[in-house]
């Protein structure tokens, strides 16, 4: 039976006036340049030194292996990440392993285990008892199954859960064991023994927050709704931080997953990495979520970091991209008084566990570990055996090389699947009479995932991992009923994934790789431009930047104009539906149908019904006429051997460094 209760906490005596403080004035060593690999500090009297390790967003990625493509793969994989971690573990004499979120769901092995509920434990959690992890967080996406199926992953799990910022509602603590002990904790406390440089050694205790975003009661509302409520990421982290000083902490780590802005910190903030490392009771952060990397070769993200040391605002921050492509390392020198270990110095670097070289081919800077391997096997075999399963044919490839330039088939077939499915559910509700109409966005169209980050889905059989590679995500399908003045808000946001091109300036880049693809909502069912003279009205975050400005024009449905009372039944996903890509007017929207059933499975149960498909894109959008200016659209160079399926033609100019296509375009 499934009992939710609340963390419970133990609080201690204070050890000592000011013990713990010293992370308000810590004297950091920013002039120190990176060495290479090796011992971070020299050894003094009175010193020591500490490396945590860090893992992020790995999404199920254990074995280097891309299920999507069916083919092994250099750049991912925590088993590749494993070498990674053992190498820096011997070169220090002290270190801790962590991973702040996201980590148990995101592959197709990680989704058919939640989703068969086989009887083993998760592979990613088989994983990390192997690499003996000390801690790790939660993310968002591990609320995506339930409750009860995130309860049943992490039984089997060696190591600490924390997770500090979510709250059960009415209850005292969350997930026991049998012991009675909680099976996930608001805090946690580590301990080590630190030998100073004559020799010495004392105890430290190592006390880590895990942080994620408080919208998830959102996100996941179906599954949390009533059950659970959430706090904001800086406030938490300040009172756990305080609580773990008077358990006896010396120093403070924060788990947080949640990523780097520049953005003035306020309450519910999703990205508040900074606003934590800004914190007095804070000495190191693991941020996350944005499958960034700090530091990075290409630059500063946010003000205030120092792209040598990997710090941010004085502390050590680091964010290591995702699914196992880098390493967080953070180095810390502590200094021995009376009240305990205070931090004198830090800094944080991310190790790749792979590289680009000038062609833009990817290159394994180490091999995968076989113990870690081994851990998954039985799994990573029978998801091969299920992936490969035939559920259909096409007739024509299915691909998202061009999605940004209009409609494609791959987002056809899946709106296609989900107008079947609403259809019959809204002939029993009172939306059934309102036009429907399908947002489908691009789950892979490269932007930081790369230029091998396409869907792809050839023609011939089409298999289950061909409709993984569809639809990537374990999203449920919600349809809303809109006017048609929230259609312009969605579609205006959508739109702002295109730099303002201007009229006489040529070679402009299309797309705004800061703008996730899969906030891209293409509405099938309608027919509008878009006009790139203009700026974008919303930023990347919802937020209203250019009142004045209208992208979206000639917005038409069945060839009438749409007007702002017009209402429509929008089909969506759970995602979109509670505010996922902080698109304006979703709040405004009504819940007609919210169901659990997947996307993904939707499309399966279209795809099997259909047997064989041989679609064909509507024309949805285009974009306004410009006299003839040229912009730059990158996409994979796989793309080349697809040009017939190009919406309008491009010169090919090569590669970039990063290994993306180049085409000119006209517009």
Known sequence: ???????????????????????????????????????????????ASLRILGT????????????LGDRPSHKVGLARTARLI?????????????????????????????????????????????????????????FNYGLETLSQALEDAEFPIVCSNIHPVGVRSIWPEPDGHPLVRRQVIIERRLKTGEGLSFPIKIGVVGLLPPQIIHWDRRHLLGRVTTSGIRETAEIEARALRRRGADIVIALSHSGL????????????????AELQGIDAVLAGHTHRVFPAEDGVLVDGAHPVTGTIRGTPVVEAGFWGSHMAVIDLELRRTQFGWIVVAGRGEARPIARRDHNGNVHALVKSMPDVEASVASAHDRTLTEMRRPVGRTQKPLHSFFTL???????????????????????????????????????KSGGRGGPDFYTLVPEGPITLRGLSDLYIFPNTMTVLGVSGAVLRKWLEHSAGAFHQIHPHLEDQPLYDAEYPSFNFDVMDGLTYEIDLSQPARYDVDGRLRAPESRRVRHLRYAGRPVRDADRFALATNNYRATGGGSFPGVEEAEVLVETLMTNRDALAAYVEAEGTLDPEPDPVFTFTDLGGVS?????????????????????????????????????
Request: with cysteine.
């Open 86 to 142: 053992d190498e820096a573990r011997q070169e220090v004499p002290v270190s801790v392993l962590f991973d702040n979120g996201d980590f148990l769901n995101g592959t197709a092995m990680s989704d058919l285990h939640a989703r068969q509920q086989i009887n083993a434990p998760h592979p990613v959690i088989a994983a990390m008892n192997e690499l003996g992890y000390d801690a790790v967080a939660l993310g968002n996406h591990e």
């Open 405 to 443: 330039l209009g409609m494609d088939r791959a987002l056809k077939v899946v709106a296609d699947a989900e107008v079947k499915q609403v259809s019959r559910l809204l002939e029993r509700q009172s939306g059934g009479a309102l036009p429907l109409l399908c947002a489908t966005a691009p789950a």
């Open 631 to 667: 912009v730059i659209f990158e996409t994979s160079p796989a793309a080349r051997d697809y040009l017939q399926d190009m919406p309008m033609p491009g010169e090919d100019l090569g590669n970039t460094e990063e290994g993306f296509a180049r085409f000119r375009l006209r517009l």
């Open 56 to 67: 992020t967003d790995l999404h199920g990625h254990v074995m280097a292996y891309d299920y």
């Open 1 to 47: 039976m499934f009992i939710f209760d609340l963390f419970a906490v133990e609080d201690s005596p204070v050890i000592g006036q000011g013990h713990g403080l010293a992370s308000s004035s810590q004297v950091w060593s920013l002039d120190a340049a990176l060495t290479d690999h090796g011992p971070p500090f020299p050894v003094r009297p009175g010193h």
């Open 261 to 276: 802005s520049n953005k003035s910190y306020e309450p519910g903030d999703e990205n508040a990495s900074v606003a934590v």
